[in-house]
């Protein structure tokens, strides 16, 4: 074999190495089709959307991040005891048939420890299922924004969720959905000035508009972004005025800046970091909202085992 084809081998072989070890199918929905505006989700819309039921209740909202492993608020967090917790996966409506519906109770509860519950800084958690679930075209595990991440102001993302409709009115029997858009946090500070216990932290990001948000019955469940095919979670619904005030966007936990956290919680399972906000460059209104990129370690494996081979073939 010559060394080009030996090269050629190599790489082959490298790349179907990584593709196994760390690619999954996250963040793709084959039955969303979404109209701007809509209001109940159809099934399969969302299937990495996880309903919390606490002491059989629907208590918040979550994401499947890998077939056994799920991503929610550290505030929906009652105990860290598992045996109240039952989560259901699939699920459209809270009551009446789901035919395309699984659940799971749960095995692990970790919160994470800089969790501040007055000022709902690190408001993040993360649920282990008592077994896996198996993935169908309505069971799927979301994307999660890698620590590169950029999202800028006025990015179109899509919240859900079975909160109440409404400050007055009461919680969603469908899963709902709503398309707003992300407010730079800078914007975000001076909307919250006036909210004494409200610091707008690099751990946050915002997003909203007047009539258009989250509301209590929504926390834990995700803030997610469509780049090219793939859906990338941005946030997690943390806290707001009630419900989509004018002026008062809502505030989710910023998911990028917990990739190192949470990939050393979850040991080893096969959780999907997408890079997002490179692909389009921002307009001059625009305000960029997260931290500097960097490259993430596997990424850099990468380049460091292809220099190897092409040093070893040339």
Known sequence: MNSMAALTAWIFLLCTVLTGSWAQDCGVAPLNTKIVGGVDASAG????????????????????????????????IETNS????????????????????????????????????????????LMKLSSPVNYTDYIKPICLA???????????????????????????????????????????SRDYVSVASANIT??????????????????????QCKQGSV???????????PCALAGFPEVYTRVSQYETWITNQVGGANVGFVTFGFATTPSQNQTETSTASTVTPKLAFVFILMSVFVAHFT
């Open 45 to 76: 819309s969302w299937p990495w959307q996880v309903s919390v039921h606490y002491q059989g209740s629907h208590t918040c909202g979550g994401t499947l991040i890998s077939n056994q492993w799920v991503l929610t608020a550290a505030h929906c």
């Open 82 to 125: 598992t045996s109240p917790w039952t989560l259901y996966f699939g699920r459209v409506n809270q009551s009446g048939p789901n035919i395309n519906e699984v659940n799971r109770t749960v095995s692990q509860v970790i919160v994470n420890p800089d969790y501040n519950n007055t000022l709902l800084n690190n408001d993040i958690a």
């Open 146 to 188: 890698s620590n590169s991440s950029q999202f800028y102001n006025s990015t179109l993302c899509w919240a859900t969720g079975w909160g109440r409709l409404g400050n007055d009115q009461l919680p969603a029997n469908t899963l709902q959905e709503v398309q707003i858009p992300v407010i730079g946090n800078n914007q975000c």
């Open 202 to 223: 690099n751990n946050m990001i915002c997003a909203g508009q007047q009539g258009k948000g989250t509301c209590q019955g929504d926390s834990g469940g995700p803030l």
């Open 231 to 241: 859906w990338i979670q941005a946030g997690i619904t943390s806290f707001g005025v």
